[in-house]
């Protein structure tokens, strides 16, 4: 026994990645598929696992791939190869899917992505440990060289068309290498509804385009709206709204000049709204995103480190030109979103994380912001405070500090309330970092559920390289070989290396051939996905999920019998299994899976009613 334990440590600490430590402990994280042989291992696993290169084949047996998902939705699952010398020339090739009454789905609707793996040296935190790990999700563009004894996971995403009927949907995943060639079964479930074009939960998510403009050499502009489309395509797939969807189309204002002796009342903004709107109409219209982040000049601004004072167009806040250029801006603002019907997904953000010391400063810039429009919406990134009261209508506060007693008195008077993760918080909570298990930011979307929580939020999406901890211009962080998310500001000296936590801030990667910015010519390609990313979407849908079988109980409940009304309402309680509390909550993504099928079996049938 104790010669087994002590083996079995020494295993542990050789790993080259600890993805989840009790995966070591069991074999119940896949299904080893027919086409295995001794010489190419096959298994498929849920998305939800993070597969480390050592990790050995599942005991359990499996005939397919298995995959399920509604009309208009994407799912993935993994096809991991272990074979015991190296493949060359190794490829993946997915084919049409037959389902009920020869319906299908197309090939090029089973996407196959590589799953790579980055090298962590600093762990996030105590629960972490260094090795590689997987997160970017290139895509498979040719054939490539698999090692020796080691597992390549593949991503198998598969995008459901809106029109297909439900059932069940059968092909085959072919795999070709020199001496080499397998067919591996994939079955697809659907589910019959539709989910819809745009989310019940509002994200709301930063970007940079500056980073990609860098990273992948463009100055020309065309250039830039054709890569930028590629990854407003990525966002939309998953669901997420960047914070500003038109970054190549700022709001064209034009103020009288300001002379000494202009008047209040001739301090009135000109909008030429062409290209903002239209670049607007693609991002809410087209990609569905379903919130926007609506600057406001004049209000200053800053964080509980620093803080910029009001000022407009060179008046101070206590002069009558400054109030009356404010006003008119904000109500010319107000009046066009109303009439494009967008006041529903705009949000002014313009003061981050107030300490109690800023609290003064940060209601009197809600105050004027209420007064000159207010329809908009006011979001702050804070918890419930009371000498906060009266500002917000939207609170949004990090997940650890959310709490539910103050939220629920402030629903009372139409508050929302956002929650969201970034540097922190770390471990046992649900987290954003690469070296933490694949289930906490789909787990992160059930709790907020759970919790009433009717949006989420991230300060950054591709925060590829910190200026602070590579200070050189022309060598940024390569965040492909350095995955940590580097402090950056507050006060930091200049080539200090401070870490927030593996990943954060980066979802998607740039294009490989420009990981180190330093192309030889401009990189047209789109991002490159992580799994983190794919995480969220689910989560996204999972939420979707229990949000359209509570409207169908509630425009269903007189053609239920009690008995049924009160089994299918008792769907919409999140699972202890999934979640217990904000820091219990499942590694594996089995008991999440089951809850998703339970609810996606009563949805179609309340639909049929």
């Excluded at 810039?365 to 500002?391: C, N, S, W, Y």
Aim: aromatic fraction near 12%.
């Amino acid at each position: 026994m104790l010669r087994t334990i002590l083996c079995l440590t020494l295993l542990l600490s050789s790993r080259s990645v600890l993805a989840q430590t009790s995966d070591y402990f069991n074999s119940t994280y896949g299904e080893q598929l027919a086409s295995s042989t001794e010489q190419v291992g096959l298994w498929w696993a849920s998305s939800g696992w993070k597969i480390s290169p050592d990790k050995p084949l599942p005991e359990t047996k499996g005939r397919a791939i298995v995959v399920s998902a509604a009309r208009n939705e994407a799912e993935a699952a993994q096809l991991v190869v272990r074979p015991t010398v190296s493949l060359q020339d190794f490829t993946v090739r997915a084919a049409a899917l037959t389902g009920p009454d020869g319906a299908t789905i197309p090939a090029e609707n089973v996407e196959v992505l590589k799953v790579r793996y980055v090298n962590v040296t600093v762990p996030t935190d105590k629960s972490s440990a260094g090795g590689l790990w997987p997160d970017p999700l290139p895509r498979l563009k040719g054939a490539i060289k698999l090692q020796a004894n080691k597992n390549q996971p593949f991503w198998l995403r598969v995008k459901v068309p809106s029109q297909v009927p439900a059932g069940v949907y059968t092909g085959s995943i072919h795999l070709s290498a020199k001496n080499y060639s397998a067919d591996v079964k994939l079955r697809v479930k659907v589910y019959d509804f539709v989910l819809p074009d745009q989310m019940t939960c509002t994200t709301a998510f930063g970007f940079t385009p500056s980073n990609v403009f860098r990273y992948q050499k463009l100055s020309d502009l065309q250039q830039k709206r054709q890569v930028i489309d590629k990854y407003w395509a990525s966002f939309g797939s998953h669901h997420i709204s960047p914070y500003n969807p038109a970054p190549l189309d700022g709001l064209a204002v034009t103020w009288p000049e300001v002379t000494e002796s202009i008047k209040p009342e001739e301090l009135k903004p000109a909008f030429d709204w062409t290209g903002w709107d239209k670049a607007m109409e693609r991002g809410i219209d087209y990609y569905h995103f379903n919130s926007f982040r609506l600057g406001i000049p004049g209000l200053g601004g800053g964080t509980f480190h620093a803080r910029r004072d009001p000022e407009l167009l060179g008046f101070s806040e206590d002069t009558p030109h400054y109030k009356a250029a404010f006003n008119a801006y904000c109500r010319e603002i107000q009046e066009h979103l109303r009439e494009k019907g967008w006041l529903d997904e705009a949000f002014v953000y313009w003061f981050d994380e107030p300490a109690p010391k800023d609290y003064e400063f940060v209601m009197n810039g809600f105050a004027k912001l209420k007064q000159a429009a207010p329809d908009i919406t006011r979001m702050l990134t804070e918890q419930v405070e009371p000498d906060l009261i009266g500002g917000p209508d939207i609170w949004c506060a990090v997940s650890n500090n959310h709490k539910d007693g103050p939220a629920e008195e402030r629903r009372k008077y139409g508050e929302k309330f956002w929650w969201y993760v970034c540097t922190g918080p770390k471990a046992p909570y649900c987290t954003l970092f690469i070296d933490h298990p694949g289930t906490e930011l789909r787990v992160w979307l059930w709790q907020s559920w759970k919790r009433k929580i009717d949006g989420i939020l991230v300060w950054q999406s591709n925060y590829w390289t910190s200026s602070t901890a590579y200070p050189d211009r022309e060598n940024p962080q390569n965040p492909y070989e350095d995955p940590m998310g580097w402090q950056v500001g507050y006060g930091t000296p200049k080539g200090v290396k401070k870490p927030w936590g593996n990943g954060d801030g980066r979802f998607i990667y740039p294009p490989e051939a420009a990981a180190d910015a330093h192309p030889s010519e401009p990189v047209l390609d789109g991002p490159v996905d992580s799994i983190r990313w794919e995480m969220l979407r689910d989560g996204i849908e999972d939420y979707e999920y229990m949000a359209i079988l509570s409207r169908l109980l509630k425009t269903k409940k007189d053609k239920l019998t009690t008995q049924q009304l009160k089994k299918y309402t008792a769907l919409l309680e999140v699972p202890e299994n999934i979640t217990k509390d904000m820091t219990n909550f499942t590694k594996d993504p089995a008991p999440i899976e089951a809850q998703r099928d339970r609810i996606a079996r009563v949805i179609a049938k309340l639909n049929g009613l």
